[in-house]
């Protein structure tokens, strides 16, 4: 299996593209009119919440350089 590698501002990009989506998803909820937020789970029903934590926890990027 090999392994990849970014260096530099390669990686710095990537962990900002991962930071600023999290930030996007989350920052709907926060505040007095936050909204709240359906997870699809793999097993049972979905979860609604406005929780910023457990929103940031279940989000999963399919690049890896940006989790």
Known sequence: ???DIKFSSDARAAMVRGVDTLADTVKVTLGPKGRNVVLEKAFGSPLIT??????????????????
């Open 1 to 3: 299996m090999a392994k």
């Open 50 to 67: 406005n929780d910023g934590v457990t929103i940031a926890k279940e989000i999963e990027l399919e690049d890896h350089f940006e989790n």
